[in-house]
């Protein structure tokens, strides 16, 4: 009991994180399965043929390019504007600037639904065509927020004596912000376009609102479940589990190796 008192934390936190990951081991599994109806939700044999032909569904994988396409760009949309209002609330006084940090947090505040229902409307009173441009800038506008916090949160962090260092030493406002400003926000910039990424390829409300005829990924996984599910989404879900993993254990692994080349020897 004692031994259990001590690594209380750390059970509970081992817990969690099979809690969380279980799902995707799920998925995992279920990938290398061979249902014998529509639906993969049942165990029978062990079958590698869904991996061999991950596109063999119709329609599949070009949701899955769709869905990727406008992920990329809402990620490159946000993240831009996201790092410059970020930097422009911490380091500038100007007039509701506190009402704007205030702002800043409704999207992630409000009900996806009551969001996606504004989108629409605002949408159709433009006279907009609903499609991949709404889809783009819907996505673009939720992801905004997160970004924000996410680079708010690193440029609080800085010190801004090495700004003044670097002018000190002659250098230019660009010349400051590409060697000293921008490698030290880079950690939040990086998480706020991941997060930007990882919450437009998912998602369903907002798209499934402003999309039109227009079908991503999402819309697509959500439709093949009513009528069946094939292996082939198990696949694609095992595959964006695994890349992302890699992607975090790659980042970790680059960050401990800059902290052992910046110690003395």
Not at 58 to 86: F, K, R, Y
Not at 87 to 92: H, M, T
Not at 155 to 163: A, F, G, H, I
Not at 237 to 263: D, E, P
Request: glycine share 6%; aromatic share 12%.
């Amino acid at each position: 009991m004692r031994w259990i008192r001590h690594h209380l934390v750390v059970i509970a936190g081992l817990l969690t994180l099979a809690y969380m990951i279980l799902p995707n081991i799920v998925v995992m599994v279920f990938s290398f399965n061979k249902p014998t109806g529509r639906f993969n939700y049942a165990w029978q044999e062990f079958s590698t043929d869904a991996w061999k032909d991950p596109c063999g569904v119709a329609d599949m994988c070009g949701s899955l390019s769709l869905s990727l396409q406008i992920a990329l760009w809402a990620t490159i949309g946000s993240t831009v504007l996201g790092s410059m209002i970020a930097f422009a609330l911490v380091r500038y006084r100007f007039r509701a600037r506190g009402a704007i940090n205030s702002l800043i947090f409704l999207p992630m505040a409000m009900p996806e639904v009551v969001m996606a229902a504004s989108l629409l409307t605002l949408f159709l009173n433009l006279g907009a065509e609903l499609g991949f441009w709404t889809i783009l800038i819907a996505h673009t506008m939720f992801c905004l927020s997160f970004v924000v916090v996410a680079v708010k949160a690193r440029v609080l962090s800085m010190d801004p004596r090495l700004e003044e260092a670097a002018r000190d030493l002659y250098a230019g406002p660009v010349q400051t912000f590409v060697r000293v400003t921008l490698p030290i926000a880079a950690p939040g910039i990086a998480a706020g376009a991941m997060l930007a990424f990882a919450l437009s390829f998912d998602d369903f409300i907002i798209t499934n609102f402003n999309s039109g005829n227009t079908v991503t990924f999402p819309m697509f996984v959500w439709g093949s479940a009513q009528r069946g599910t094939p292996v082939q989404i198990n696949v694609i879900g095992t595959a964006m589990f695994v890349i992302a993993v890699l992607i975090v254990v790659a980042g970790q692994f680059i960050s401990g190796r800059r902290k052992n080349s910046a110690l003395p020897k």
